[in-house]
């Protein structure tokens, strides 16, 4: 894009590693054209606090920094391993509940014998097996909005996907930081009539206390590393190998404020391993996936997936004040499903105001009303858009034509058009934070 800012040029072989796994490689850009040297730094943190690993592509780094760096990743390493949190987990069931204690400044289970270690800190006790099987709840949500941002489901929407997910004939998730959706599929696992199963990859090890290998894998979506190396990845293989006809979905919900094209780049490489692990070849389709992020984003995302469509079913979080559904939050949800699912297979539930469009081919919400000139259901928000003749396209009902301008915006915008909304590209509709075109 001609715009100044910061172009991602991705994962290149031998790029140095931070705690988080191989960096990716970035350069400053102006007018479109590069400026200045290419440079190293963390994929999952945007925000230098939360991790500050910075290096030059062309700078030569002695062999001290080097063990420095090591030692730095090596210390950032979780205190037990996951094999080490699955026996952990197992010693801990066998305790009678009033020696069950949660660490809440730790987020760890602890043991009797660590007691005496975590003596001045909060914890809970009396943690009920209800609770371990619900662990989102039990630990704190990372708010971080860049790299972890765990706005939780809210049960409604978990709800939806799994029912959806089991109406399609799907057996397996493959749930890419969704730990609430994983949890609810593995708290039904032993009902006799359910049939589904999950896989759960997702970058909070914390999980890792709750889950065995088989059913978590530590993973980071940024630049599509597995913690735990060439295991994990065949437990992920595994997971994606279609065993008797078991249909894979990949569901994922990732930070908003996340790089478009460094997760693009991840899940083409999940679905790559797909395509391999089957051995039936599967002529040109991709692996069914439910990409869950906010509308304004949808031109990003169908630059890098041309096949996926947008689904009008807004999707809302348990603690986030904004994106609640309907009455209920500040304003609707602006969270939806982008799938390469065909529409018409996707049912919306009519008792929230969805109804099928005939000539669109699929569930729309209540106020997207088809538009004859463009043909087709217009709005993106959840209000009833208009139509505008000189724009040639329908608009938010609150925009105005400006002539100054000749398009549509905002009654009290000025008419400079760096001022049209977003300080990046121009565009109007959404700030400079959530702009689809930074990359």
């Excluded at 780094?61 to 699955?86: C, D, G, K, L, M």
């Excluded at 660490?103 to 043991?111: F, G, K």
């Excluded at 009902?191 to 199963?197: K, N, P």
């Excluded at 915006?409 to 075109?437: I, M, W, Y």
Aim: aromatic letters at 12%.
């Amino acid at each position: 894009s001609g715009t100044d800012g910061l172009v991602l040029l991705g994962l290149v072989p031998g790029a140095p590693s931070c705690p988080h796994g191989p960096a990716l490689l970035f350069v400053k850009t102006s007018q479109g054209r590069e400026e200045g040297r290419r440079f190293y730094a963390c994929s999952a943190c945007r925000d230098r606090k939360d991790c500050n690993f910075f290096q030059w592509e062309d700078e030569k780094v002695s062999e001290t920094r080097i063990a420095a760096r090591e030692e730095h990743n090596r210390i950032h390493q979780p205190a037990f391993t996951h094999r080490q949190n699955v026996e952990r987990y197992k010693n801990f069931v066998r305790l009678p509940l009033p020696k069950r204690r949660f660490c809440q400044e730790c987020q760890q289970l602890l043991l009797p014998a660590e007691w005496e270690k975590h003596s001045d800190h909060q914890f809970l006790c009396d943690i009920s097996t209800a609770q371990l099987k619900s662990p989102s709840q039990l630990l704190y949500p990372l708010e971080n909005k860049k790299t972890n941002a765990q706005y939780l489901f809210a049960g409604r929407s978990c709800q939806f996907l799994l029912d959806l997910i089991s109406d399609l004939g799907f057996q397996r998730v493959l749930s890419v930081g969704t730990p609430r959706l994983h949890e609810m599929v593995q708290a039904k696992a032993s009902q006799e009539y359910f049939r589904i199963r999950s896989l759960l990859l997702d970058i909070d090890f914390r999980y890792s206390q709750f889950y065995t290998e088989d059913e978590f894998c530590h993973y980071n979506m940024f630049n599509h590393y597995f913690f735990g190396g060439e295991a994990a990845l065949e437990t992920c293989r595994k997971f994606l190998c279609q065993d008797n006809g078991e249909r894979v979905i990949m569901v994922t919900d990732p930070p908003f404020g996340g790089l478009v094209e460094a997760l693009a780049t991840s899940f083409k490489k999940l679905m790559a391993m797909w395509k391999e692990t089957e051995k039936v070849g599967h002529n040109n389709q991709e692996m069914p996936m439910f990409w869950i992020f906010p509308y304004f984003f949808e031109s990003r995302i169908l630059e890098f997936f041309p096949s996926f469509t947008m689904v009008d079913y807004q999707v809302d979080y348990d603690n986030h004040a904004l994106y609640k559904h309907g009455k209920t939050g500040r304003k609707q949800s602006p969270v939806r499903i982008f799938t390469n699912l065909t529409p018409s297979m996707i049912v919306l539930p009519v008792e929230e105001g969805y109804r099928f469009c005939t000539v669109c081919q699929r569930y729309v919400s209540s106020g997207n009303q088809h538009c004859e000139i463009c043909n087709s259901c217009t709005s993106k928000d959840g209000r009833q858009w208009k139509h505008c003749a000189l724009c040639n396209k329908c608009v938010k009902p609150s925009w105005f034509h400006c002539n100054n301008c000749n398009c549509c915006a905002l009654p009290n915008h000025s008419c400079e058009q760096t001022d049209a909304g977003c300080f990046v590209c121009g565009k109007a509709g959404h700030k400079r934070v959530t702009c689809p075109s930074i990359s």
